[in-house]
């Protein structure tokens, strides 16, 4: 007799069978030989793939005979030609396309970035430029100030003596008074004297 829990843990491991399953699909790359001649008994000089392109020559009931990308000629069974390109090859091209793109824009994108910090430098550039040349302005103002100032001074005193030429001229007059002073004391002294120096 079969136990109960047993028969749980079969019923178990049927349900997990199913759970456990891989998903997979079925591959629509197609691989088509190349025979010398119209049938598959021959022997095949090349295999085409998916999305190769060849030019068709001509039909013999279920074979074409086609001329292959190097030139050669060779026979296929024309039921795996088609006048389109199939999907696969347009998705790659389409897939490829995206990637250049892809591509393009982070280069771009790069390139955006590094224009825009070139940018941002020049304005921090030309910002401090522009306040040196407010810093310059304001103190050629400034100098421009002091040089009204200094000429204000220089007409003021334009007319007037300078300090050490004013002392020099008191003690030019204070010699010349001392030496005049003995001179005429010395000659007032031998007059009275009958030319003796006497003091």
Same mark, same amino acid.
């Given at each position: 007799?079969?136990?109960?829990?047993?028969?749980?843990?079969?019923?178990?491991?049927?349900?997990?069978?199913?759970?456990?399953?891989?998903?997979?699909?079925?591959?629509?790359?197609?691989?088509?030989? /190349?025979?010398?001649?119209?049938?598959?008994?021959?022997?095949?000089?090349?295999?085409?793939?998916?999305?190769?392109? /060849?030019?068709?020559?001509? @039909?013999?009931?279920?074979?074409?005979?086609?001329?292959?990308?190097?030139?050669?000629?060779?026979?296929?069974?024309?039921?795996?030609?088609?006048?389109?390109?199939?999907?696969? =090859?347009?998705?790659?091209?389409?897939? +490829?396309?995206?990637?250049?793109?892809?591509?393009?824009?982070?280069?771009?994108?790069?390139?955006?970035?590094?224009?825009?910090?070139?940018? =941002?430098?020049?304005?921090?550039?030309?910002?401090?430029?522009?306040?040196?040349?407010?810093?310059?302005? +304001?103190?050629?103002?400034?100098?421009?100030?002091?040089?009204?100032?200094?000429? @204000?001074?220089?007409?003021?005193?334009? =007319? =007037?003596?300078?300090?050490?030429? +004013?002392?020099?001229?008191?003690?030019?007059?204070?010699?010349?008074?001392?030496?005049?002073?003995?001179?005429?004391?010395?000659?007032?002294?031998? +007059?009275?004297?009958?030319?003796?120096?006497?003091?």
């Amino acid at each position: 007799m079969i136990r109960l829990p047993a028969i749980a843990a079969i019923f178990l491991l049927t349900l997990s069978g199913p759970l456990h399953a891989e998903t997979v699909y079925v591959t629509d790359e197609l691989r088509l030989k /190349v025979f010398k001649t119209a049938d598959t008994g021959g022997e095949s000089i090349h295999t085409l793939v998916s999305g190769d392109k /060849v030019e068709l020559l001509e @039909r013999n009931g279920f074979y074409a005979k086609v001329r292959l990308a190097d030139g050669r000629t060779g026979w296929v069974s024309s039921n795996y030609l088609i006048a389109q390109e199939p999907a696969a =090859s347009r998705i790659r091209a389409v897939e +490829a396309e995206r990637d250049k793109a892809r591509t393009r824009l982070a280069t771009l994108e790069s390139s955006l970035a590094q224009r825009e910090a070139r940018v =941002s430098g020049l304005e921090s550039e030309m910002a401090a430029r522009v306040a040196d040349r407010e810093a310059e302005k +304001a103190e050629l103002e400034q100098l421009r100030a002091e040089n009204e100032s200094l000429n @204000r001074s220089l007409a003021r005193y334009s =007319s =007037s003596v300078p300090v050490s030429w +004013a002392a020099i001229t008191v003690l030019v007059a204070l010699l010349a008074g001392l030496v005049g002073g003995w001179w005429w004391m010395d000659r007032r002294s031998r +007059a009275n004297h009958g030319g003796f120096r006497i003091y």
